[in-house]
């Protein structure tokens, strides 16, 4: 958020104004303690709310991209690099942390079979594999 803020041409008050729009309360004092580290975390609500107003997937939010062989701490007993998480994060692989007999099995158990299907054929879970017949103008879905 705190690389992303400036990126996106917005200061802490823009940000929090923007939040609050969709209901989410914040002021500039919850940006300002969230980028000095004084408060640590976020809800899931928060999180959504973070992604929508920055333009970003969710999970860039929780992994940063750029070293894909980082150590990324889930835990404070579980550490995976960051493409892992990333793809755990994405439901596209199970973390190899804490191994046990059926935890694929169980992982994958909750993925709707189309999904579950297109990842088994290397294939986006979302779309499997298919272009968008358009794409959208700026995320308007204009012409």
Not at 15 to 29: F, N, P, Q, S, V
Request: hydrophobic fraction near 40%; proline fraction near 8%.
């Amino acid at each position: 958020m705190k690389e992303l803020r400036p990126k996106r041409g917005l200061t802490a008050a823009n940000l929090a104004e923007r939040m609050t729009e969709l209901g989410i309360k914040w002021d500039r004092a919850i940006v300002a303690n969230l980028e000095s580290g004084r408060r640590r975390s976020v809800s899931v609500d928060e999180l959504l709310g973070l992604a929508l107003v920055l333009n970003v997937a969710p999970v860039h939010l929780l992994v940063p991209p750029d070293d894909d062989e980082k150590p990324y701490e889930i835990t404070a007993k579980v550490t995976e690099p960051s493409f892992r998480v990333r793809g755990w994060i994405r439901g596209l692989f199970m973390l190899r942390s804490l191994p046990r007999v059926g935890a694929q099995r169980e992982f994958f158990s909750e993925v709707p079979p189309d999904e579950f299907e297109s990842v088994q054929q290397g294939q986006c879970p979302c779309c499997g594999g298919r272009l968008p017949l358009q794409w959208p103008e700026d995320g308007d879905g204009a012409d």
